[in-house]
């Protein structure tokens, strides 16, 4: 019985019977509702989201519009705080570099469980200014490590090897003492337990791990940070004007 349910839901049991998949930690089967929903936009409304003045092109934007509503909602957040990504990995290289425009100096503290996602594009982004890394084993240890150099905490909520648990909220609080900005790797805890942006001032996922499209996910800022950031990506959309003289 569980067996059929299975393959019923989850088409790649079907095509693969004799698999024995282990690695939801890096990505999730994707369920046959996805599935569909994926082909009824390429079927029916797979048009560019700049074509707003048609009836297709409305009927995309509300789809856009329902699934940022969605994600706010689901991480008791405001819609205008979710940016859309290509998953937790881009999400963490964005807002490394959007961070890397206003801090100089100081101090970045990272759990010894991080994704090397969580770590690598801090390493690079601040590799050329007065910045201190520090590494953390627990909650004790990043407690007591935060100070008034601290700048930046990177951990995940639920690490994807140990899982290593955080309470966010308590070092949430000692953060907002500090002036600290908290970032939350939520690609794990976001399929086993409650996430909660009030609780930090940055939070990524990825889709392909909560059983949604490869190639998904979502960067989350909030707006009394994100008005001191500038945008780290360009391209059509956000260009008013552009003259003859200019060399880009």
Not at 32 to 56: H, M, P, Q, W
Not at 192 to 210: P, R, T
Not at 216 to 237: D, F, M, P, R
Request: hydrophobic share 40%; with cysteine.
């Amino acid at each position: 019985m569980f067996k059929i349910a299975r393959e019923k839901i989850f088409p790649m049991f079907k095509n693969n019977p004799n698999i024995v998949y282990l690695d939801n930690a890096a990505l999730a089967f994707k369920p046959i509702s996805v599935i569909n929903k994926g082909n009824e936009f390429y079927e029916k409304y797979s048009i560019s989201t700049r074509t707003a003045d048609s009836k297709l092109g409305i009927r995309i934007d509300q789809e856009i519009k329902s699934v940022r509503n969605k994600i706010a909602k689901f991480l008791n957040a405001n819609e205008d705080e979710v940016i859309f990504t290509q998953g937790t990995t881009d999400g963490l290289n964005q807002i490394a570099k959007m961070l890397a425009n206003i801090i100089d100096e100081g101090e970045i503290i990272f759990s010894f469980f991080n994704h090397s996602s969580a770590i690598v594009p801090f390493l690079e982004n601040f590799n050329h200014k007065k910045i201190k890394i520090k590494y953390c084993l627990d909650e004790k240890e990043i407690l007591l490590a935060i100070n008034q150099q601290t700048k930046i905490i990177v951990i995940p909520q639920v690490s994807n090897n140990f899982q290593a648990n955080y309470n966010l909220k308590k070092i949430y609080a000692k953060c907002k003492e500090y002036n600290t900005i908290l970032i939350n790797d939520a690609a794990q805890a976001i399929v086993h337990e409650e996430v909660d942006f009030e609780f930090c001032d940055v939070l990524v996922f990825s889709g392909n791990k909560i059983y949604g499209p490869t190639g998904t996910g979502a960067l989350l800022i909030k707006k009394n940070l994100l008005n001191q950031l500038s945008l780290v990506k360009w391209g059509g959309g956000q260009v008013q004007n552009i003259f003859d003289d200019f060399n880009w």
